[in-house]
T-cell receptor, first 116, second 108 residues
Framework: GAGVSQTPSNKVTEKGKYVELRCDPI?????LYWYRQSLGQGPEFLIY????????DSGLPNDRFFAVRPEGSVSTLKIQRTERGDSAVYLC??????????????FGPGTRLTVL | KNEVEQSPQNLTAQEGEFITINCSYS?????LHWLQQHPGGGIVSLFM???GKKKHGRLIATINIQEKHSSLHITASHPRDSAVYIC??????????FGQGTELSVKP
């Protein structure tokens, strides 16, 4: 079966522009996570969805970052007025969240964002 | 101080050597992941464990909840094991907190 997919794989944009990054989770996975990995660092949590709602968005760095998951499957991470410091690999992961339990997360290949 | 610390940050080994990567954490967790990341590649989950020990092929992961410590062992290492190994702890609410990774290079 298909794993987690992310598009685009690479995105180059200019400072100040708006970008959207897409994540398609594994079919049937109710939990979806966004992480950001800067060069040479481990990933950092951004936001977590359970179904359509953002259960925890405490990792979003500021109000330029926003994410949606309107139908409980595909999610889009949106970044407004991009800055050079936003350059990183944006990772998406999904898991089957059963009641009271946290299950293994499966990661997508990431989107490498470069802000010039 | 990071909530998840890994050691060493870099490791070079000869093919066949036994390798250990350590992870210490300072927060309460639901479980701990060991992940593998190849250059330019995605992240693959190797193990998720909340107690004791798990084994998969040449890989062994252990965790001591009381000491807040986990180790990843690779037996009979091979050049194809060269990658970044990342420890990540699962916090209440489902989010992962990651260590900075250990870059492993296994020479033939």
């Amino acid at each position: 079966g298909a794993g987690v997919s992310q598009t685009p794989s690479n995105k180059v944009t200019e400072k100040g522009k708006y970008v959207e990054l897409r994540c398609d989770p594994i079919s049937g996975h109710t939990a979806l996570y966004w992480y950001r990995q800067s060069l040479g660092q481990g990933p950092e949590f951004l936001i977590y969805f359970q179904g359509t709602g953002a259960a925890d968005d405490s990792g979003l760095p500021n109000d330029r970052f926003f994410a949606v998951r309107p139908e409980g499957s595909v999610s889009t991470l949106k970044i407004q007025r991009t800055e050079r410091g936003d350059s990183a690999v944006y990772l998406c992961a999904s898991s089957q969240r059963t009641s009271g339990a946290y299950n293994e997360q499966f990661f997508g290949p990431g989107t490498r964002l470069t802000v010039l | 101080k990071n909530e998840v610390e890994q050691s060493p940050q870099n490791l070079t080994a000869q093919e066949g050597e036994f390798i250990t990567i350590n992870c210490s954490y300072s927060v309460g967790i639901s479980a701990l992941h060991w992940l593998q990341q190849h250059p330019g590649g995605g992240i693959v989950s190797l193990f998720m464990l909340s107690s004791g020990k798990k084994k998969h092929g040449r890989l062994i992961a252990t965790i001591n909840i009381q000491e807040k410590h986990s180790s990843l062992h690779i037996t009979a290492s091979h050049p194809r094991d060269s990658a970044v190994y990342i420890c990540a702890v699962l916090r209440e609410g489902g989010k992962l907190i990651f260590g900075q990774g250990t870059e492993l290079s296994v020479k033939p």
